[in-house]
Nanobody, 114 residues
Framework: QVHLVESGGGLVQPGGSLRLSCAAS????????MNWYRQAPGKERELVAL????????NYADSVKGRFTISRDNAKNTVYLQMNNLKPEDTAVYYC???????WGQGTQVTVSS
């Protein structure tokens, strides 16, 4: 069965960086588009970034373009989200998602605050 485990979140000051990881298992990772979503308190979950199977195509929400980079290592069944120049409005629980499966992991909390 599908299993996704996010890690790498934490407390960081504005302007800082974090690298999130998502370890996947239970499906053929390299065959699926992977996504990062986030959900802030009182807000709906929103798509942050996605990456196609081979990594050849990526797309980002306007709010994170130029600051976040999604990547994947199909040999390690892992997808990453490098987050630079973090802002307080980036504070949220971040989730990875395998497109096509009805499954969400536990997420990882990112808090940007001075």
């Amino acid at each position: 069965q599908v299993h996704l485990v996010e890690s790498g979140g934490g407390l960081v000051q504005p302007g800082g960086s974090l690298r999130l990881s998502c370890a996947a298992s239970g499906f053929t990772f390299s065959s699926y588009t992977m996504n990062w979503y986030r959900q802030a308190p009182g807000k709906e979950r929103e798509l942050v970034a996605l990456i196609f199977r081979t990594g050849a195509y990526t797309n980002y929400a306007d709010s994170v373009k130029g600051r976040f980079t999604i990547s994947r290592d199909n040999a390690k069944n892992t997808v990453y989200l490098q987050m630079n120049n973090l802002k307080p409005e980036d504070t949220a629980v971040y989730y990875c998602y395998a497109q096509g499966f009805d499954y969400w992991g536990q997420g990882t909390q990112v808090t940007v605050s001075s």
